[in-house]
């Protein structure tokens, strides 16, 4: 398996403008996070899928970011309008987890997606 | 509330050094603990995973201690390499899909 892939690798926007990156988690696994990291406050979780459902997406900073997964293998995060202080580096993960028993595996992170808002 | 600490915030050794990261945390309940490793410009990748009940666990030239009682963790790097030189990243978890991050520990390792 190639682990998660995210794309793009980096992409530069101008304000205002939508923007969407887009994961593909190991085959096989049921969860799916988002996160963003950034100097000031590290890493931190944006939503959560299990099994393609949104599970938590309390970490969702306003109504201008939405996430998807329309399917097991596919997710999309998007932000509309963007802004400077979304510049960040956005990662996907993955991993599975045994939801009854409280168990999960290690999460499996993509090499991120560097969003640059000018 | 929950939260992981970190110290040093950065650190600079000499190759062929070795060195100790510290990580506290007030997370509750609390499931896991998790050391990773992030290179610049890459993901985290994992380096130990330990439970309540485990109070060391090695990865190669990488060793994690847990203390639950005072709810300390550290990371020892033996005889340090120039590769080692990344974030290292302790992650506490209470639940089954919260994970608690510091903010990390950059290591610089010199020839």
């Known amino acids: 398996d190639a682990g998660v892939i995210q794309s793009p690798r980096h992409e530069v926007t101008e304000m205002g403008q939508e923007v969407t990156l887009r994961c593909k988690p190991i085959s096989g696994h049921n969860s799916l996070f988002w996160y963003r990291q950034t100097m000031m406050r590290g890493l931190e979780l944006l939503i959560y899928?299990?099994?393609?459902?949104?599970?938590?997406d309390s970490g969702m900073p306003e109504d201008r970011f939405s996430a998807k997964m329309p399917n097991a293998s596919f997710s999309t995060l998007k932000i509309q309008p963007s802004e400077p202080r979304d510049s960040a580096v956005y990662f996907c993960?993955?991993?599975?987890?045994?939801?009854?028993?409280?168990?999960?595996?290690?999460?499996?992170f993509g090499q991120g997606t560097r969003l640059t808002v000018v | 509330k929950n939260q992981v600490e970190q110290s040093p915030q950065s650190l600079i050794i000499l190759e062929g050094k070795n060195c100790t990261l510290q990580c506290n945390y007030t997370v509750s309940p609390f499931s896991n603990l998790r050391w990773y490793k992030q290179d610049t410009g890459r993901g985290p990748v994992s380096l130990t995973i330990?439970?309540?009940?485990?109070n060391t666990k090695s990865n190669g030239r990488y060793t994690a201690t847990l203390d639950a009682d005072t709810k300390q963790s550290s990371l020892h790097i033996t005889a340090s390499q120039l590769s080692d030189s990344a974030s290292y990243i302790c992650v506490v978890s209470p639940g089954i899909y919260k994970y608690i991050f510091g903010t990390g520990t950059r290591l610089k390792v010199l020839a």
């Open positions: 993960a993955s991993s599975l987890s045994d939801v009854r028993r409280g168990r999960n595996t290690e999460a499996f």
């Open positions: 330990m439970t309540f009940s485990e």
């Open positions: 899928f299990n099994n393609n459902v949104p599970i938590d």
